[in-house]
């Protein structure tokens, strides 16, 4: 009979396993910002079509302020304010793609007179 | 709360296989386990024997068995006459059994044992009583309950028919289709690798199945048996908001409590873990699939 605990507990742990597997999804990008597009229909809110700025396209949502965004991203003055990731230097939007890079932006915020400047990834010009 | 829910199941799934492993290594001769009430299983039918008359035996064979307990109680041989509480195998005495496996032939029993019981159970064979807890041989069953889905699995409400065809006094063949139905938002998107991902929540898609194990009442009286299920299912699934659509083969492992409320209709309440594999289409390919569900049914005797 301990055979049969063996095996009833080898089902139980690959059962296990098997549902910690499940649980792994990509926590960095997602239908509201980051992930790739072509059409609106792909993400929550809007996409920024493929081209030279956001490669492979981009979710995002719009915003005014940085209130607006998501953990991880900050309002940029870009298209009339999109979310988009924080940065500090280009290999933090490596798992954008290899064309995206850490670029200086406006930040928007609510008060017109403060005029400051936010890193955000964005496509690098080629 | 996805992986708590995930835990939760893994923690039902580890219980209820070692409680199946448990009841099988207790279902050999030799072992003092008390046997379900009413039950005619071959191995607590020895054990009965060997038990002073008015032991759990009370109930379809509670007399004759009472009786051939004391018979044997008074014969040197018996495992009991010395008092001695190591159970040695005894001769089959032919017990009152509504269930096929228990009617097999037996070696033929000898001295008053044989004599008692012969006069007791006419041919060896009897129609279920009115004590047995599970009287029928067929029974059919529906259940409403919720299931936590999640990534590629669905969840939402819900709801299930069941068929059991009796095995022996314990195990039932459990046959069955559900249905799923959670929302139908838009979850899935195209990471940075131009893969799809599903995020669905808990309560998302929709899946319909058939499926197939068995069942094992534990029951100790005829008002509560606890049981444990297992077995396998094949399911169709779909996210309607996505365009996902999938099929998916996963073992289930499940526990509970059923309770009679009638001589035929019982009510019942437990929880249920399901895992395996699922092939997704949109180039999903192969993905896990796991849910966790709790349901609430009521099950009815088919009267033959």
């Given at each position: 009979m301990k055979s049969a605990r063996a095996a009833a507990l080898a089902t139980a742990l690959a059962l296990s396993a098997l549902t910690l597997v499940a649980c792994q999804q990509s926590a960095e990008v997602s239908r509201a910002v980051g992930a790739m597009c072509d059409e609106k229909a792909e993400c929550d809110e809007r996409c920024m079509p493929p081209d030279a700025l956001t490669p492979g396209g981009f979710c995002t949502l719009s915003c005014l302020n940085d209130g607006d965004c998501p953990a991880d991203t900050r309002c940029a003055d870009v298209e009339g304010g999109v979310c988009l990731f924080?940065?500090?230097?280009?290999?933090?939007?490596?798992?954008?793609?290899?064309?995206?890079?850490?670029?200086?932006?406006?930040?928007?915020?609510?008060?017109?007179?403060?005029?400051?400047?936010?890193?955000?990834?964005?496509?690098?010009?080629? | 709360m996805s992986r708590l829910a995930a835990v939760i199941g893994c923690v039902m799934a580890v219980s209820a296989a070692a409680a199946l492993a448990d009841e099988a290594a207790a279902g050999t001769p030799g072992e003092s386990r008390p046997s379900p009430a009413g039950g005619?299983?071959?191995?607590?039918?020895?054990?009965?024997?060997?038990?002073?008359?008015g032991a759990d035996r009370e109930g379809a064979a509670g007399e004759s068995a009472g009786e051939s307990a004391e018979d044997l109680a008074e014969d040197p041989a018996s495992p009991d006459a010395?008092?001695?509480?190591?159970?040695?195998?005894?001769?089959?005495?032919?017990?009152?059994?509504?269930?096929?496996?228990?009617?097999?032939?037996?070696?033929?029993?000898?001295?008053?044992?044989?004599?008692?019981?012969?006069?007791?159970?006419?041919?060896?064979?009897?129609?279920?009583?009115?004590?047995?807890?599970?009287?029928?041989?067929?029974?059919?069953?529906?259940?409403l309950g919720l299931a936590l889905g999640g990534g590629s699995t669905p969840g939402g409400l819900r709801i299930g028919g069941?068929?059991?065809?009796?095995?022996?006094?314990?195990?039932?063949?459990?046959?069955?289709?559900?249905?799923?139905?959670?929302?139908s938002r838009?979850?899935?998107?195209?990471?940075?690798?131009?893969?799809?991902?599903?995020?669905?929540?808990?309560?998302?898609?929709?899946?319909?199945?058939?499926?197939?194990?068995?069942?094992r009442f534990f029951g100790s009286d005829d008002t509560f048996s606890p049981y444990a299920r297992l077995g396998v299912a094949g399911?169709?699934?779909?996210?309607?908001?996505?365009?996902?659509?999938?099929?998916?083969?996963?073992?289930?492992?499940?526990a509970g409590v059923r309770a009679r409320v009638h001589d035929f209709v019982a009510v019942t309440g437990g929880a249920e873990f399901l895992s395996?594999?699922?092939?997704?289409?949109?180039?999903?390919?192969?993905?896990?699939?796991?849910?966790?569900a709790v349901s609430a049914g009521v099950e009815f005797t088919v009267v033959d």
């Open positions: 924080a940065c500090q230097h280009d290999l933090q939007c490596e798992f954008l793609g290899q064309d995206w890079g850490c670029s200086e932006e406006e930040l928007l915020s609510d008060d017109p007179e403060e005029i400051d400047e936010v890193e955000v990834c964005l496509g690098s010009p080629q | 005619a299983d071959p191995a607590a039918g020895v054990l009965a024997q060997a038990e002073p008359a010395d008092g001695g509480t190591e159970a040695r195998p005894l001769p089959e005495v032919p017990q009152s059994s509504p269930f096929p496996d228990d009617s097999e032939p037996s070696p033929e029993p000898s001295g008053d044992a044989a004599a008692d019981t012969s006069a007791a159970d006419g041919e060896g064979q009897a129609d279920p009583t009115p004590q047995d807890p599970l009287p029928g041989e067929q029974e059919l069953g529906a259940s069941r068929y059991y065809y009796r095995l022996s006094s314990r195990d039932w063949f459990d046959a069955g289709v559900g249905f799923t139905f959670g929302s838009e979850a899935c998107f195209r990471d940075r690798r131009d893969d799809v991902v599903c995020d669905h929540g808990f309560a998302s898609g929709f899946a319909a199945e058939v499926r197939a194990g068995g069942i399911r169709i699934i779909a996210f309607p908001g996505d365009e996902v659509r999938g099929i998916a083969a996963p073992a289930f492992v499940g395996g594999p699922a092939w997704m289409s949109r180039g999903m390919g192969l993905e896990p699939h796991a849910s966790f």
